[in-house]
């Protein structure tokens, strides 16, 4: 196998991850990239070599010269162009969230089995932190016995990014679509992918975006409007799973709060672990609980590197080395515990799954 050539689709700030990994990839040339803007795809374009720039993305899955993409557009965007590749005989690397709804989750599902010989890999890229994968070899080895709660916590005191992440139409939500997909997967993960029974949960939109705060900066969108705000300030939820097990989270782009922080925490029934914001290992030995500190390079979620290893794993798929950690089935499951969170706030009840 030649190296395999990649497509970019999206070119806005997350796309920089996808290429720069790309890049330092030795099986990978990245051959096309595509954005409505035409001159960002031209740009792009000359800084990653690719040969080709696109201002439609139909045009890019029609080069029949690309093997594989990564999508890294709108959410509401994300159903319509997996389904799209698939069928254009692409593998697939989509961003999170999977989707927006459920129905086009099941929709991807579908497109996916009907090409069945292609990757289809979603873009939970936390999964693929040291930390995390450190973890993962701890409890698949018994050592935390059986996990049965977990916590997960990804507080903003000020980081509505606006822009489209700030409207609802094209997001699909706000923390809880960008920030909570990530902490709730990471914690379902390492809980060993439960399915969900029920879900309660709660959103508020209390704040806006707090456009009037001075002195404080905070990451802005491409597109940013201080005007512009259809998403939530913050969201919890209690996300019970059918083996009995539960998960509590809770997220905001802004809140009342003294600072920003992370927190995710997983324990079981022979031990307990914080994942962030360092990985620390707390286990019970002659009637000792010990706080133990693993020797690796970097304790908390490096960015750089997890989205390296998640670009070099989906490389290794289409290679046929390995199959993805990351499936539709896995997208699948964590929309519907968004999804549900989401009704759930708007019906005032706990929503159950069949």
Same mark, same amino acid.
Request: charged residues 25%; negative net charge.
């Given at each position: 196998?030649?190296?395999?050539?990649?497509?970019?689709?999206?070119?806005?700030?997350? %796309?920089?991850?996808?290429?720069? %990994?790309?890049?330092?990839?030795?099986? *990978?040339?990245?051959?096309?990239?595509?954005?409505?803007?035409?001159?960002?795809?031209?740009?792009?374009?000359?800084?990653?070599?690719?040969?080709?720039? +696109?201002?439609?993305?139909? @045009?890019?899955?029609?080069?029949?010269?690309?093997?594989?993409?990564?999508?890294? $557009?709108?959410?509401?965007?994300?159903?319509?162009?997996?389904?799209?590749?698939?069928?254009?005989?692409?593998?697939?690397?989509?961003?999170?969230?999977?989707?927006?709804?459920?129905?086009?989750? +099941?929709?991807?599902?579908?497109?996916?089995?009907?090409?069945?010989?292609?990757?289809?890999?979603?873009?939970?890229?936390?999964?693929?932190?040291?930390?995390?994968?450190?973890?993962?070899?701890?409890?698949?080895?018994?050592?935390?016995?059986?996990? +049965? +709660?977990?916590?997960?916590?990804?507080?903003?005191?000020?980081?509505?990014?606006?822009?489209?992440?700030?409207?609802?139409?094209?997001?699909?939500?706000?923390?809880?679509?960008?920030?909570?997909?990530?902490?709730?997967?990471?914690?379902?993960?390492?809980?060993?992918?439960?399915?969900?029974?029920?879900?309660?949960?709660?959103?508020?939109?209390?704040?806006?975006?707090?456009?009037?705060?001075?002195?404080? %900066?905070?990451?802005?969108?491409?597109?940013?409007?201080?005007?512009?705000? $259809?998403?939530?300030?913050?969201?919890?939820?209690?996300?019970?799973?059918?083996?009995?097990?539960?998960?509590?989270? @809770?997220?905001?782009?802004?809140?009342?709060?003294?600072?920003?922080?992370?927190?995710?925490?997983?324990?079981?029934?022979?031990?307990?672990?914080? *994942?962030?914001?360092?990985?620390?290992?707390?286990?019970?030995?002659?009637?000792?609980?010990?706080?133990?500190?693993?020797?690796?390079?970097?304790?908390?979620?490096?960015?750089?590197?997890?989205?390296?290893?998640?670009?070099?794993?989906?490389?290794?798929?289409?290679?046929?080395?390995?199959?993805?950690? %990351?499936?539709?089935? @896995?997208?699948?499951?964590?929309?519907?515990?968004?999804?549900?969170?989401?009704?759930?706030?708007?019906?005032? $009840?706990?929503?159950?799954? @069949?």
């Amino acid at each position: 196998m030649g190296k395999i050539k990649v497509g970019v689709i999206g070119l806005g700030s997350i %796309s920089e991850m996808h290429l720069e %990994s790309y890049k330092n990839n030795n099986d *990978v040339e990245i051959y096309a990239v595509s954005d409505s803007n035409e001159q960002r795809a031209q740009e792009k374009a000359e800084k990653y070599g690719a040969k080709k720039h +696109y201002k439609y993305y139909q @045009d890019l899955l029609a080069d029949s010269e690309v093997d594989a993409i990564s999508i890294c $557009t709108w959410n509401n965007t994300h159903a319509e162009i997996s389904i799209a590749a698939l069928h254009a005989g692409k593998h697939v690397l989509v961003e999170k969230p999977l989707c927006k709804t459920i129905e086009e989750a +099941y929709e991807i599902e579908k497109a996916v089995k009907e090409n069945g010989e292609k990757v289809f890999q979603v873009g939970f890229v936390r999964r693929f932190g040291t930390n995390t994968q450190v973890l993962k070899r701890f409890i698949d080895s018994g050592d935390l016995g059986e996990i +049965y +709660y977990a916590k997960a916590s990804c507080i903003r005191a000020l980081g509505n990014p606006g822009g489209w992440f700030a409207d609802k139409e094209r997001s699909g939500g706000g923390p809880l679509i960008d920030l909570g997909v990530h902490v709730i997967d990471l914690c379902w993960y390492l809980m060993g992918k439960p399915k969900v029974k029920s879900v309660s949960g709660n959103t508020y939109n209390k704040l806006g975006n707090r456009a009037n705060v001075e002195n404080k %900066s905070f990451y802005k969108a491409a597109d940013y409007d201080p005007d512009k705000n $259809t998403v939530e300030d913050l969201a919890n939820a209690i996300i019970r799973f059918e083996n009995g097990a539960s998960l509590m989270v @809770d997220v905001s782009f802004t809140l009342h709060a003294k600072e920003e922080s992370i927190a995710v925490n997983v324990f079981g029934d022979k031990g307990g672990a914080e *994942v962030e914001p360092k990985l620390q290992i707390v286990t019970e030995k002659n009637n000792t609980i010990l706080n133990s500190t693993p020797q690796i390079d970097s304790l908390s979620f490096d960015f750089n590197k997890g989205f390296q290893n998640e670009i070099d794993h989906f490389i290794s798929c289409i290679k046929g080395e390995t199959e993805t950690i %990351s499936t539709v089935q @896995d997208g699948v499951e964590i929309m519907k515990i968004l999804v549900g969170i989401y009704e759930s706030s708007e019906k005032g $009840t706990e929503i159950h799954f @069949d």
